[in-house]
C-alpha cells in the first residue's frame, strides 16, 4: 500500500471499526445487564406482592388458597412468566403451567436457599427441554414465605430469556448494521478527505519530477490556507529561487566560458585523479596538442616537466609553481595552482598558459639596445681616452697635433652628445612623456623651409632636389616642429646616403584620409632583407659607412614614433644600389 490516500482511508475506517465495536460492546453489555435487572426486579416485585396476600392470612390453609387465587391473578399481569407455589419441601402444589407443559420441578439455587428461610440475591439460569422447541433457556427466582418460624410456602417465579436475547440479537444487529454504514459512509467520507489533502501533494510531485528533469519554471495555484497551501507557496517561492539561482548560475558558466574562450591566456582544468575536466582553444594552440590529451600525466609526458602529480596538488592555497617552457620558437610561462573543494580538500589543479615571446624578445631587445648603447659609447670614450692620454704623455707641446687631437675630442664628443639627445628623445617617447604642441598649419611652407636648410648640403655633393608644390594647399593638425624633425631627419638620410650628384625628387599627394609626402632617392638602397629591421633601433644597413657618416641608427625608430603618434604612417621601399623612396602619411584636416 504506496498511496497515502488509501492509507488515510484505511485509518479512517480502521479508527470507526474501533470506535464502533467498542461502543457497541458497551451499549449491548449495557443493554443486557439492564434487561436482566429488570427481569430481576420483575421477579422480586411479584414474589413481594403474593407475600402482601398472605400477610392477613393465619391459617396455613388459607394462605394457600390465597396464594392460588393470587397466582392465578397475577399471571395476566406477568405475563410469560411461569409461578409455581412449593411447599416448605420444594413439592409443586400450584402453578400457571399447564399439567401437559409441567415438569418435573428442578431445585435450583434459590430453591434451595428460600426451603432453608433464606432469600437468593441472584436468579437462576436454567435450561429446559421442549418437545418442540428444544432447549430453553430461562432465568428464575424464589422466595420463601414464612409462618411461626418456619417455611411454609415457596414462590418460585421462572420466565424464558428468548425474548431478551432476542432483543440483544436485534441490538447487535443494528450495531452491525450501523457500523457497516457506517464504514462505508467513512471510506467515502475518507476517500474524499484523501483526494483533498492528496491531489496537492500529488501536483507537488509531478511539478518536483518536472524540475528535476530541468523544467524550473513551475508554478501552482494555491487553493487554501492551510498547511498543504503553506507548502504550496514554498513550493513555488522555492521553484522561483531555484530558477533564479539556476539561471545567475548558469549566466556566470556562461561568461566563466566566454571569458576563458577570449581571455589572451590558455587554461587546463584536471580534477583530484588528474583527468582533464576543461580546457580553451588557446591552451592547444599554445602548446601545439591536440584536444586527445585527458590526463595531467600525458601533459607532462608532452612537455617533459618532471613534476609529481600528487606533490602539486598538496602544496596548498596560495602557491603555485611556474616553468618557463620552450615550444617550438614560442616561450610559454606555465603557472600550476592547486584549487580546494568545500570541504578545503585538494580538488585537482588549474593551469595557466601565458605566451610570453613578445616579452623575452623585448627583454632580448633591451639587452641588445643596453649592449648598441655600451658599443656605440665605448667607440667614442676610447677614442677620447687615448687622445687624451696621448696629450698628457707630451703631444700638447706639439701644437698642430694637439689641434687635431682635440678637434677629433670634439668630433667625438659631439657624436655622444647627438647619441644621448636620441637616447633621451625615445625615452620620452617611449613613456609618453613629450609634449606636442598641436594646432593647424600648412604642409607646403613647412616643407619648403625644411629644403632650404638642406640647401647647402646639396651644392657640397652637387646634387639635385626637385620639388614642384601642387597647386591645392594642405592643411594638418599637429606640432609643426616634430613634423619638420620628421622631414629633416628623412630629407637629411637621403642627401647623406646619396652620391655626388645623385637625384633626389620630393612630392606631394592624396590617398584616400592622408596626404602623403614622398622623398624619392637615388642613392645606396636598401637590400630587401634589412627593410623589415631598418626602424629597429642602432640598426644599420652598413654599419661602417653609417658610423662614418655620423648616424647614430636611432633616426628611423625616432621618426615612426613621432607619426604614429600624429596618427600617421612612414613607409620605406627601396631597390638596393638603385635608390629608396620615402613615404610620409599624414592625415587630412576635413
Request: net charge neutral; glycine share 6%.
Amino acid at each position: 500500500m504506496k498511496s497515502i490516500k488509501w492509507k488515510l482511508v484505511v485509518m479512517n475506517v480502521l479508527l470507526v471499526m474501533m470506535v464502533m465495536i467498542i461502543s457497541g460492546t458497551f451499549i449491548v453489555f449495557s443493554v443486557r445487564s439492564k434487561a436482566y435487572q429488570d427481569l430481576q426486579d420483575s421477579f422480586n416485585h411479584a414474589v413481594g406482592q403474593l407475600r402482601q396476600v398472605v400477610s392477613l392470612e393465619s391459617s396455613k390453609t388459607g394462605m394457600e388458597e390465597a396464594l392460588k387465587s393470587a397466582i392465578i391473578n397475577s399471571a395476566y399481569f406477568y405475563k410469560d412468566t411461569q409461578i409455581y407455589l412449593l411447599n416448605g419441601r420444594g413439592e409443586t402444589i400450584f402453578s400457571t403451567v399447564s399439567r401437559e407443559k409441567e415438569k418435573p420441578h428442578v431445585f435450583s439455587q434459590s430453591v434451595l436457599a428460600a426451603m432453608n428461610g433464606k432469600q437468593s440475591k441472584e436468579m437462576d439460569r436454567l435450561v429446559e427441554e421442549d418437545d418442540t422447541l428444544g432447549p430453553i433457556r430461562m432465568r428464575g427466582y424464589a422466595g420463601p414465605i414464612m409462618m411461626d418460624g418456619e417455611v411454609a410456602f415457596i414462590i418460585h417465579v421462572r420466565r424464558s430469556t428468548k425474548d431478551l436475547e432476542m432483543d440483544l440479537l436485534n441490538t447487535i444487529f443494528i450495531i452491525f448494521v450501523a457500523l457497516f454504514l457506517a464504514i462505508i459512509l467513512m471510506a467515502a467520507i475518507g476517500w474524499i478527505l484523501a483526494k483533498t489533502l492528496t491531489q496537492p501533494i500529488i501536483t507537488l510531485t509531478q511539478k518536483a519530477r518536472q524540475m528535476a528533469e530541468g523544467d524550473l519554471k513551475q508554478v501552482i495555484r494555491v487553493q487554501s490556507d492551510d498547511e498543504i497551501g503553506q507548502l504550496t507557496i514554498n513550493f513555488n517561492r522555492m521553484a522561483f529561487e531555484l530558477n533564479r539561482v539556476l539561471s545567475e548560475i548558469i549566466s556566470e558558466k556562461n561568461k566563466v566560458e566566454t571569458i576563458l574562450s577570449h581571455m589572451a591566456d590558455g587554461v587546463l582544468t584536471f580534477n583530484r585523479k588528474g583527468y582533464l575536466i576543461h580546457g580553451n582553444q588557446l591552451a592547444y594552440q599554445l602548446l601545439s596538442i591536440s584536444k586527445g590529451i585527458k590526463k595531467i600525466d600525458e601533459l607532462f609526458e608532452w612537455l617533459e616537466i618532471p613534476i609529481d602529480y600528487e606533490e602539486l596538488i598538496t602544496i596548498g592555497t596560495g602557491n603555485i609553481i611556474q616553468r618557463l617552457l620552450k615550444i617550438q620558437d614560442k616561450y610559454i610561462n606555465a603557472c600550476f595552482a592547486p584549487y580546494l573543494d568545500q570541504r578545503q580538500e585538494p580538488a585537482g589543479v588549474i593551469i595557466v598558459f601565458q605566451d610570453v615571446t613578445e616579452h623575452k624578445k623585448l627583454e632580448e631587445a633591451q639587452k641588445e639596445f643596453v649592449a648598441n648603447v655600451s658599443h656605440e659609447l665605448r667607440t667614442p670614450l676610447t677614442t677620447i681616452k687615448s687622445y687624451t692620454e696621448t696629450l698628457l704623455d707630451g703631444a700638447l707641446e706639439d701644437t698642430q697635433m694637439a689641434n687635431t687631437f682635440l678637434k677629433v675630442v670634439d668630433q667625438e664628443t659631439d657624436r655622444m652628445t647627438i647619441l644621448v639627445k636620441d637616447l633621451l628623445e625615445l625615452s620620452k617617447l617611449d613613456s609618453k612623456q613629450i609634449h606636442l604642441e598641436r594646432k593647424m598649419f600648412l604642409l607646403i611652407p613647412l616643407l619648403e623651409n625644411c629644403i632650404e636648410k638642406y640647401s647647402i648640403y646639396l651644392q657640397k655633393k652637387k646634387q639635385q632636389l626637385y620639388f614642384e608644390p601642387p597647386e591645392k594647399e594642405y592643411e594638418i593638425f599637429g606640432d609643426p616642429n616634430r613634423i619638420a624633425q620628421v622631414i629633416n631627419n628623412v630629407l637629411g638620410n637621403a642627401i647623406k646616403y646619396s652620391p655626388e650628384k645623385a637625384t633626389i625628387t620630393i612630392s606631394i599627394t592624396e590617398e584616400k584620409a592622408y596626404v602623403v609626402v614622398s622623398i624619392q632617392d637615388t642613392g645606396l638602397g636598401i637590400p630587401q632583407e634589412d627593410l623589415k629591421n631598418i626602424f629597429k633601433r642602432f640598426y644599420r644597413v652598413d654599419k661602417a659607412r653609417s658610423r662614418a657618416l655620423g648616424g647614430t641608427g636611432l633616426g628611423l625608430a625616432i621618426t615612426k614614433e613621432i607619426m604614429e603618434l600624429h596618427g600617421g604612417e612612414i613607409k620605406i621601399q627601396s631597390v638596393y644600389e638603385k635608390g629608396t623612396t620615402v613615404q610620409l602619411y599624414f592625415l587630412k584636416v576635413q
